[in-house]
């Protein structure tokens, strides 16, 4: 079918989405193409600042615009709790939920030796860093509920236990085996901060 290289090529780039399968991307290129100077022109100008400005910190792993991010800058956040999370959406879902005033620590993926995650892979060192810096006083093992969160607990438990002037706690009640913390409701994220526990 000729002229349709460029519906299609929308089309197979949105597919490449998470939560977006061929008729979701499908549905979503047909509604950017029926307004493309109300949605889809805005968005790719979005899209192009975004890939241009955004960074990631070097302290916590966190996308923003600057680096340190803002998170990481707020004099008013509690740097002595670092809550440690997966990955960026989680730690969006967490502020969301506004039930953590202290830091973060970014993993980046969970060990996985189906997926060649190995622990040089993780974004662990900057923590460390902090931790023997000596500001840090309590670290919150964060992670989903599943095998490979419960494989990387385990294996930061044990590289985090040299360190007697920290408490290790973990989230509690609330995060459901096999659940990733991004998809929950800010209710059960509020639960399963109040309630953690020590790792």
């Not at 670290?139 to 044990?158: F, N, Q």
């Amino acid at each position: 079918m000729s002229g349709r290289g460029e519906i299609d090529r929308l089309v197979t780039l949105l597919g490449r989405l998470p939560g977006l399968g061929p008729r979701s991307a499908r549905r979503a290129a047909l509604a950017l193409l029926r307004q493309p100077h109300a949605r889809m022109l805005p968005l790719a100008q979005a899209m192009e600042q975004a890939a241009r400005a955004v960074r990631t910190c070097s302290s916590c792993g966190n996308l923003d615009t600057t680096d340190p991010c803002a998170i990481c800058a707020d004099p008013t956040r509690d740097a002595g709790l670092v809550c440690v999370v997966e990955n960026v959406g989680d730690l969006w879902a967490l502020e969301r939920a506004g039930v953590h005033r202290g830091v973060y620590q970014v993993l980046g993926g969970t060990l996985s030796a189906l997926s060649g995650i190995g622990p040089d892979d993780l974004n662990v060192q900057p923590l460390l860093d902090r931790i023997a810096g000596g500001s840090v006083r309590e670290v919150i093992l964060a992670l989903g509920a599943t095998v490979e969160g419960a494989t990387t607990m385990h294996w930061l438990h044990e590289r985090l236990a040299r360190f007697d002037t920290i408490k290790i706690s973990r989230v509690g009640q609330g995060v459901p085996v096999g659940g990733a913390l991004d998809v929950l409701d800010d209710g059960t994220l509020a639960a399963a901060i109040m309630a953690r526990r020590p790792a």
